[in-house]
T-cell receptor, first 111, second 114 residues
Framework: GENVEQHPSTLSVQEGDSAVIKCTYSDSASNYFPWYKQELGKRPQLIIDIRSNVGEKKDQRIAVTLNKTAKHFSLHITETQPEDSAVYFCAASRGNNDMRFGAGTRLTVKP | NAGVTQTPKFQVLKTGQSMTLQCAQDMNHNYMYWYRQDPGMGLRLIHYSVGAGITDQGEVPNGYNVSRSTTEDFPLRLLSAAPSQTSVYFC?????????????FGEGSWLTVV
């Protein structure tokens, strides 16, 4: 089955700096790569996703890039703000019942 | 729309006890899931259902049962609780399977087994 590895496990940045979280996956048939944000004590919520036929997707300060050949994808957050502090999870899937999540990255944005 | 609702939010069980985590969704979603979240391990799928009357195992099904008698409800049963089942449990749903269908999570249930 699919195996997703996520790095780093913790990330601390100054407000205004950029943050990058990287994930690798093992199953070349995976074609959907969502990113979820989980604030402390809250539920995970989808923030952005990308399909395998697209190399990059942006939504305001958030972007995701996908390299199918290398089987890795990354989340980029620019101009970070304290409210970006949370745990971020990447995931990879061929279908929803086989979605595999990374272990998570705890992002801290220091004011 | 309440979305995905799960109860209880917090529960303490003794080893060997059984309990049911309730989950309901009002979005008319076909797919429902139960995940557990443990530190450093992300979200792992316990069981899922693609529609009423149909359930299947995920990554970590041992010690858990599910049923799906209606589209709305998907309870998770712990048969004989063990300390290893101490975790945060999330119920989730999506309209259908296949890539690109957003999974919506409930607020989570914190379970401690002593």
């Amino acid at each position: 089955g699919e195996n997703v590895e996520q790095h780093p496990s913790t990330l601390s940045v100054q407000e205004g700096d950029s943050a990058v979280i990287k994930c690798t996956y093992s199953d070349s048939a995976s074609n959907y790569f969502p990113w979820y944000k989980q604030e402390l004590g809250k539920r995970p919520q989808l923030i952005i996703d990308i399909r395998s036929n697209v190399g990059e997707k942006k939504d305001q300060r958030i972007a995701v890039t996908l390299n199918k050949t290398a089987k890795h994808f990354s989340l980029h957050i620019t101009e970070t703000q304290p409210e970006d502090s949370a745990v971020y999870f990447c995931a990879a899937s061929r279908g929803n019942n086989d979605m595999r999540f990374g272990a998570g990255t705890r992002l801290t944005v220091k004011p | 729309n309440a979305g995905v609702t799960q109860t209880p939010k917090f529960q303490v069980l003794k080893t060997g006890q059984s309990m049911t985590l309730q989950c309901a969704q009002d979005m008319n979603h076909n797919y429902m899931y139960w995940y557990r979240q443990d530190p450093g391990m992300g979200l792992r799928l316990i069981h899922y259902s693609v529609g009423a009357g149909i359930t299947d195992q995920g990554e970590v099904p041992n010690g858990y049962n599910v049923s799906r008698s209606t589209t709305e409800d998907f309870p998770l049963r712990l048969l004989s609780a063990a300390p290893s089942q101490t975790s945060v449990y999330f119920c989730a749903s999506s309209y259908k399977g296949g890539s690109g269908n957003t999974i919506y999570f409930g607020e989570g249930s914190w379970l401690t087994v002593v």
